[in-house]
């Protein structure tokens, strides 16, 4: 994948006409390099990588004993008090690891100068990859010449800028797959830069989006959740009401059907008699399989079905599971000299009192 790299010039004269020198690398060489307009660069929307111009890439190098990451920012922080011409606030200042000599890199550059960095290139068309001092730009050994200042690249992350002056010096002469194939730091200045006045809006507004759908889909599941739930407890009371009274031909509304059911047998009303006499007619099919092939003859009068029962035909047990679901579904069973009577528990419980 091609990484493209570009020197600016001094962040006071940088705009998107300004022109620049550029190098492709592909897999860590140059393959391509030039000078060009940054708005004609920015037409595919690359990420780039900026190597301040040497004026602007103000660095040194302090020696901080090891300390805790917090720690080791607060004491570079103070330092920088005591270098910085100016006031400190409107300087972003950022370093390095501590290395093994102890010797932590510290670079700083213009809060206002490197926002406007950040608004040039997204009027560019620019994706910012890392804002790096000059001499980062270079492998680590390597010197150049630059506009009066000499770039030394000592470490992989320390780095020097020499003010020249009149002095002439005599390097060897370095080809483009050097001047620009140097391994980039683990730190730049280029942490709080925010790219365009409307880029942190958009990626909070995507974050918000992206929180509100995920909110929404949340709340889609558990309501189906919560609807799949009431199907099967509404099922449930519908099965229970069907047991409890055979006599509803249809249940609608479990709960009211129940309560008004339960109201009418409290009051003492009769229902209809076609439908109870159906209605313990199923019942008694349903929970009492043993009558089939033993009843002479059934009458119903009253509420109560009496069941009259040829005279080879066998009595099932007293106890079982077919007395339970009769309970459940609100009737009794007794048993006299000439066969069964099915009837509703109260009314049962009331003629035996009254027998007694």
Same mark, same amino acid.
């Given at each position: ?27 860590? #060489? ?21 190597? %301040? ?16 990451? #917090?720690?080791?920012? $607060? ?48 009027? $560019?068309? %620019? ?14 050994? $390597? ?89 099967? %407890? ?23 059907? #129940?309560?008004?059911?339960?109201? #009418? ?43 009259? %029962? ?21 009737? $009794? ?24």
């Amino acid at each position: 994948m091609k990484r493209l790299r570009i020197g600016l010039p001094p962040l006071a004269q940088l705009s998107v006409d300004s022109q620049v020198a550029f190098a492709w690398l592909e897999r860590g #060489a140059v393959v391509s390099e030039g000078h060009e307009r940054l708005a004609r660069l920015g037409k595919g929307r690359q990420a780039v990588e900026c190597f %301040l111009h040497p004026r602007d890439s103000v660095i040194t190098s302090l020696e901080l004993p090891p300390l805790p990451a #917090a720690k080791t920012a $607060a004491a570079v922080a103070c330092a920088a008090q005591a270098l910085i011409l100016g006031p400190v606030e409107q300087m972003h200042v950022a370093h390095g690891p501590r290395e093994s000599d102890g010797c932590v890199q510290v670079g700083w550059v213009s809060t206002a100068e490197l926002e406007r960095l950040g608004q040039v290139l997204a009027q $560019a068309q %620019l994706k910012l990859r890392g804002v790096y001092p000059a001499p980062y730009a270079l492998p680590v050994g $390597a010197a150049a010449l630059d506009d009066g200042y000499l770039l030394t690249r000592d470490s992989p992350q320390q780095g020097t800028v020499h003010p020249l002056g009149g002095q002439a010096l005599d390097l060897p002469p370095m080809n483009a797959s050097q001047r620009w194939a140097g391994a980039v730091p683990a730190w730049g200045l280029h942490a709080r830069l925010r790219q365009g006045p409307s880029g942190g809006w958009g990626r909070a507004l995507g974050c918000i989006a992206l929180a509100a759908a995920i909110w929404a889909l949340g709340l889609n599941l558990y309501a189906a959740r919560k609807v799949e739930e009431g199907q099967r %407890l509404k099922a449930l009371m519908s099965q229970q009401v069907r047991q409890a009274f055979p006599e509803l031909p249809v249940v609608l509304n479990p709960l009211q059907q #129940a309560r008004q059911q339960l109201m #009418a047998r409290q009051n003492g009303a009769a229902a209809d008699p076609a439908q109870r006499f159906s209605g313990l007619l199923q019942l008694v099919g349903t929970h009492l399989p043993f009558m089939v092939g033993s009843v002479n003859a059934l009458t119903f009068e009253q509420g109560r079905l009496h069941l009259e %029962l040829l005279a080879d035909s066998r009595n099932p047990a007293a106890q079982g599971d077919w007395q339970a679901a009769l309970a459940q579904a609100g009737f $009794a069973a007794t048993r006299d000299d000439h066969g069964w009577s099915i009837a509703p528990a109260q009314a049962t419980q009331k003629s035996g009192a009254d027998d007694e």
